[in-house]
């Protein structure tokens, strides 16, 4: 099982540029995340999905958008990149009933690293 | 607004020292208390806590839950340089896609 894949793992954009961060997951999660991290802070989640076609908002969704046309993936898109977007992003999946499938862990990612210029 | 606060923000002790880690939260329909390790990549899971004064323990870690307090303390025995990492303390309502994170714990574990 590779778990959740994340891609790129850095990128440098330039100020208004576009792109997307792709995340796939191969564990049948219902639930899928976005999380950006940056320096000496926790997690903060930017959207969030409970499965395939049903997408919701976090704590920070300005100048993110998220589609979930299938169970496996859930790609961010920045549309068009600011410097405040540098950050580290995490990708989450975990199973909708904690208990029941599992413990309701989120399963991370390695990370993608983006400088935005 | 959904809320978790872990203290202290760093701490820097020596192998061998006991430490507790702090977390207090306030979570709208709370259902459950998520630890979780972070070393150079991604957050791995520790415990997680859904019932109060239950102890749950892995080795020389061990946490508990308040929810009568809305708190939670992690505790790591003989500490090694080995548990060096970020802590972070997670508050998940009934969503669980839709977890709140604290600030996190910087753990420096010193030979």
């Known amino acids: ?21 792709q995340c796939a997951q191969d564990m049948n999660h219902e639930y899928m995340s976005w999380y950006r991290q940056d320096p000496g802070m926790g997690l903060r989640l930017i959207h969030y999905s409970v499965g395939a076609g049903i997408t919701d908002q976090g704590e920070v969704p300005n100048g993110y958008n998220v589609s979930r046309s299938t169970t496996e993936d859930f790609p961010l898109r920045l549309l068009s990149a600011a410097p405040s977007q540098t950050s580290v992003y995490f990708c989450a999946s975990s199973y909708r009933l904690a208990g029941v499938r599992g ?3 989120l399963f991370f990612g390695e990370g993608s690293r983006l400088t935005v210029l | 607004e959904d809320k978790v606060v872990q203290s202290p923000l760093s701490l820097v002790v020596h192998e061998g ?4 880690l702090n977390c207090s939260y306030e979570v709208t329909n709370f259902r459950s208390l998520l630890w979780y390790k972070q070393e150079k990549k991604a957050p791995t899971f520790l415990f997680m806590l859904t019932s109060s ?6 080795g020389r870690l061990s946490s508990i839950l308040d929810k009568k307090e809305l708190f939670s303390i992690l505790n790591i025995t003989a500490t090694q340089t080995g548990d060096s990492a970020v802590y972070l303390c997670a508050a998940m309502g009934t969503n669980a896609g839709k977890s709140t994170f604290g600030d996190g714990t910087t753990l420096t574990v010193k030979p």
């Open chain 1, 1 to 21: 099982n590779a778990g959740v894949t994340q891609t790129p793992k850095f990128q440098v954009l330039k100020t208004g540029q576009s792109m997307t961060l």
């Open chain 1, 103 to 105: 413990t309701g862990e």
């Open chain 2, 17 to 20: 020292d006991t430490v507790t």
């Open chain 2, 53 to 58: 004064g239950i102890e749950k323990k892995s």
